[in-house]
């Protein structure tokens, strides 16, 4: 089946500091890459999403590209801020299938 | 905007009851929802896939069963957890489709505590 692994957590970084999560997935379709955000006591919510390899996503400064010869799809941000402190998920979605599947999510925490 | 409302936001049972959890998609219509849950120290897993006039797919380890669910229209779903145990306890979200942008929303979750 379908399955994504990212960058095992807690991650603690100093606030300015660059922020790289790593993720990788496996499907046997063609999928769509997601990055989501989760706060305290609320549901994910998307940060952006990929459809197509060799594409990049973006917003509020975070950035991956879907690299499908590596199967890839690498959160960077250049500068954290303590707002960035959450869990972030990697998730793929395999085209034509409404399923989502999660990656175990990094706890990301930023120190002023 | 479109908005995913999840009631209620927090539940207790004791061992053995069951209880039931909404799902209202606000600023759009809902084709589709799924439902997840998250148990502690775990990622979200897909408990089972609703679309309007179709028949409602359950993953594996979850069944109609043990977590029941009705999607009567485009905006409202719910789902009904029976004879809870302390397995059971986490955070349900329910994640709806919109049919015109084809993006999925998730509510902020219900969480339940079994004791």
């Known amino acids: 089946g379908d399955s994504v692994t990212q960058t095992e957590g807690p991650v603690t970084l100093s606030e300015g500091t660059s922020l790289t999560v790593n993720c990788s997935y496996e499907t046997k379709q063609y999928p769509t890459l997601f990055w989501y955000v989760q706060y305290p006591g609320e549901g994910p919510q998307l940060l952006f999403k990929v459809p197509k390899a060799n594409e990049k996503g973006s917003s509020r400064g975070f950035e991956a590209t879907y690299n499908k010869e590596a199967t890839s799809f690498h959160l960077q941000k250049a500068s954290v801020q303590e707002s960035d402190s959450a869990v972030y998920y990697c998730?793929?979605?395999?085209?034509?299938?409404?399923?989502?599947?999660f990656g175990a999510g990094t706890k990301l925490t930023i120190k002023p | 905007g479109a908005l995913v409302y999840q009631y209620p936001r927090r539940t207790i049972c004791k061992s053995g009851t069951s209880m039931r959890m909404e799902c209202q998609a606000v600023g759009f219509q809902a084709t589709s929802v799924a439902w997840y849950r998250q148990s502690p120290q775990k990622t979200f897993e897909l408990i089972a896939l609703?679309?309007?006039?179709?028949?409602?797919?359950?993953e594996q380890n979850f069944t109609q069963e043990k977590f029941p669910i009705s999607h009567p229209n485009l905006s409202f779903s719910s789902m009904t957890v029976l004879n809870a145990y302390l397995e059971d306890r986490g955070l349900y979200l329910c994640?709806?489709?919109?049919?015109?942008?084809?993006?999925?929303?998730f509510g902020p979750g219900t969480r339940l505590t079994v004791l």
């Open positions: 609703s679309t309007v006039n179709s028949a409602i797919k359950y």
């Open positions: 998730a793929l979605s395999p085209y034509g299938n409404e399923k989502i599947t």
């Open positions: 994640g709806a489709r919109d049919w015109g942008s084809y993006e999925q929303y």
